[in-house]
């Protein structure tokens, strides 16, 4: 089994703590030694994960003073058992979306999106990337693709927002019954730190996911890329029968 770096399991040892340690927004944090004590690392690898917090916006380092804990940002809770568009997740939850980036584009099938589609490598795509933002603040990129048979570029062109949230709009031209999905920990490419104002070494939540119509034809393929601290991804679960 593959370990995770020390930074990584800093990172989420200090989590632990800052969720279960009974701190509140504003409390100052213990000084670094004791700190690094009470997760078990080393200071050095400490100060890796605070640098990542507070570029996340989780912690406050104030010279001299002290580190302390900031308010959690307005976030976005979603069950991952719904099948639901990004605008559909903010505007859900009370939040205004904004899309700071859209590029619309037609590409040859790469063998990944050819795969998870059921199409011939090279065949043509149209690829949609996007940024959203909640309060100016970028909290989700998403690469889309699909058959350039099912939404040509000039219609991709004409949407302000995801393919997913046109194609879950119209049921009756795109018949969309299921996802597959993949959720896991990742950190983001030189272009995709840059569209969320991360670090390379920040964890995102990462989604992969496939559409399929009722028939198990695959309609639509997606990579998200959230930013943790905006977004609870949650699962319900239920004893067997």
Same mark, same amino acid.
């Given at each position: ?31 670094? !030694? %004791?700190? &690094?004590?009470?997760?078990? #690392? /080393?200071?050095?690898?400490?100060? +890796? ?70 199409? !011939? %490598?090279? &065949?043509?795509?149209?690829? #949609? /990337?996007?940024?959203?933002?909640? +309060? ?71 989604? %992969? ?33």
């Amino acid at each position: 089994m593959k370990t995770q770096p020390r930074y990584i399991q800093a990172e989420i040892r200090l989590h632990n703590l800052l969720e279960t340690g009974g701190y509140r927004p504003g409390d100052k944090l213990p000084p670094e !030694p %004791e700190l &690094a004590k009470q997760i078990g #690392v /080393s200071r050095a690898t400490l100060r +890796e994960a605070l640098r990542s917090f507070e570029q996340q916006g989780l912690i406050q380092r104030k010279q001299g003073v002290g580190t302390f804990l900031t308010p959690r940002p307005v976030y976005a809770e979603s069950g991952l058992e719904s099948l639901e568009s990004i605008e559909m997740v903010l505007r859900g939850r009370g939040l205004a979306v904004q899309v700071c980036q859209r590029t619309p584009r037609q590409e040859r099938a790469l063998p990944k999106a050819a795969h998870r589609l059921g199409i !011939p %490598e090279g &065949a043509p795509v149209t690829v #949609v /990337s996007s940024t959203y933002a909640v +309060e100016d603040a970028p909290v989700a990129y998403i690469l889309e693709v699909t058959p350039a048979t099912w939404i040509p570029l000039n219609e991709a062109h004409a949407l302000d927002g995801s393919l997913l949230d046109w194609m879950l709009a119209d049921r009756v031209r795109f018949p969309v019954s299921y996802a597959r999905a993949h959720i896991a920990p990742v950190h983001g490419s030189p272009e995709i730190c840059e569209a969320l104002r991360v670090g390379p070494t920040d964890p995102l939540f990462f989604l %992969e996911q496939t559409a399929h119509d009722g028939d198990h034809r695959p309609l639509y393929y997606s990579r998200n890329y959230y930013v943790p601290s905006y977004f609870d991804f949650h699962v319900i679960r239920r004893p067997q029968a």
